[in-house]
């Protein structure tokens, strides 16, 4: 059974930053692309980035150059640096991961930047 299970989410000043971390189970993460979405409050889930199997990694232009996804294959988690933080960055930040046609998510992770 394919489980994603955030953590790390927090409050922080603007400027500051987070670290959030996404541990996959039941997938062969070596193999998998991994994603991060998030979800301010009202509004939809948008994409934030994403890491393939093989390291390359894509940005939304909202956060090129203050996020970085980057995953560890020996500790099976993959990671989602925050830096720069801003209030328009208050959301729920998800793991996701699609795996033969099926759409995983995790429950999330809560980030609240301050002003």
């Known amino acids: 059974q394919v489980q994603l299970v955030e953590s790390g989410g927090g409050l922080v000043q603007a400027g500051g930053s987070l670290r959030l971390s996404c541990a996959p189970s039941?997938?062969?993460?070596?193999?998998?692309?991994i994603a991060w979405y998030r979800q301010a409050p009202g509004k939809q889930r948008d994409w934030v980035a994403t890491?393939?199997?093989?390291?390359?990694?894509n940005y939304a232009d909202s956060v090129k150059g203050r996020f970085t996804i980057f995953r560890d294959n020996a500790e099976k988690l993959v990671y989602l640096q925050m830096t720069s933080l801003k209030p328009e960055d208050t959301a729920v930040y998800y793991c996701?991961?699609?795996?033969?046609?099926?759409?995983?998510w995790g429950k999330g992770t809560l980030v609240t930047v301050s002003s």
């Open positions: 996701y991961a699609r795996i033969s046609g099926i759409s995983y």
């Open positions: 039941g997938i062969t993460f070596s193999r998998d692309a």
């Open positions: 890491i393939s199997s093989i390291d390359n990694s």
